[in-house]
């Protein structure tokens, strides 16, 4: 069971995918990116938000397939390892 994110995340929907999120927590241990195409440092901030929930919880995010844009902006902004990638 994963959540898939969405090929768009920016700031005009990261809220709503977030609370997507939020409503069923046991598909965040593992986040499918393999959609993922058009996004900012938005997305970072979605996933640090369901990471921190699961954290409280004893548990983590497993990020999957993530492109490689993702993983150098979660390296610019220092949260490569919060997040795994």
Known sequence: MS??????????????IQQEGVSDLAKLKNIDCSSLKEFDSTVLTVLLSWQKMLQAE???????????KLKVLAGVYGVSALLGL
């Open 58 to 68: 004893g548990q983590s995010i497993s990020v999957e397939h993530a492109p490689e």
């Open 3 to 16: 959540f898939s994110l969405p090929q768009v995340v920016t700031q005009e929907n990261a809220l709503q």
